[in-house]
């Protein structure tokens, strides 16, 4: 149980392709403690297994935002699939925990829904639509190496990569200090 660094872009483990669960074990729920730690840490709506560096197929989202309680743990999305989403879109500027300060505007289906497993094995679907529906796409790109920088174009995306690894060397040097 423990905060755990946020692989921030472009290291390649965001492209990692990812495992399927086949047996929610205590790896799988530690797993869970330590991206529900580092999502509340950091902020988060939500964060993929992947963003910790773990190709584990899993996802979780802010409980509120799903539609839980608002004292309630993240809820856990295991082997994801989308069911349906919705031909009428939303255009939004997104934010995403593996580029801090970086905000694109993405064009994205105003509803989806997603079926997946929970921390119990149970399988369960959720709608969403606006927030919810955007943040259940964002994260389910993040398992398939679909990142928020591949809504920008190439001047745009070259231009975060510099400012992600100039952030990088900032923090590398006052940890060296
Ligand atoms: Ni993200």
Redesign the pocket.
């Known amino acids: 149980m423990a905060v755990r660094p946020v692989v921030i872009w472009p290291d390649p483990r965001l492209r990692e392709p990812i495992r399927k669960v086949e047996r929610i074990d205590d790896a799988v729920r530690a797993l869970y403690q330590d991206l529900t730690d580092t999502m509340f840490a950091e902020n988060g709506l ?1 964060i ?1 297994a992947l ?1 910790l560096g773990d190709p584990t197929a899993m996802f979780l989202v802010e409980a509120k935002l799903a539609g839980r309680g608002e004292n309630e743990l993240p809820v856990a999305f295991i082997n994801p699939e989308v069911l349906w989403t919705s031909e009428e879109t939303e255009e939004t500027e997104e934010g ?3 580029f801090p300060e970086i905000y694109i505007k993405v064009d994205r289906p105003l509803r989806a829904k997603v079926r997946a497993l929970d921390l119990e094995g149970n399988t369960f679907e959720l709608e969403g639509e606006g927030l919810l529906a955007r943040c259940l796409l ?2 389910y790109d ?1 398992l398939s190496g679909k990142l ?1 920088v591949d809504f920008a174009g190439p001047l745009k995306r070259q231009m975060i990569k510099k400012k992600l690894q100039r952030r990088q060397r900032e923090d590398a040097a006052e940890e060296a200090v």
């Open positions: 939500g993929a963003q995403c925990l593996s964002h994260e993040h928020l």
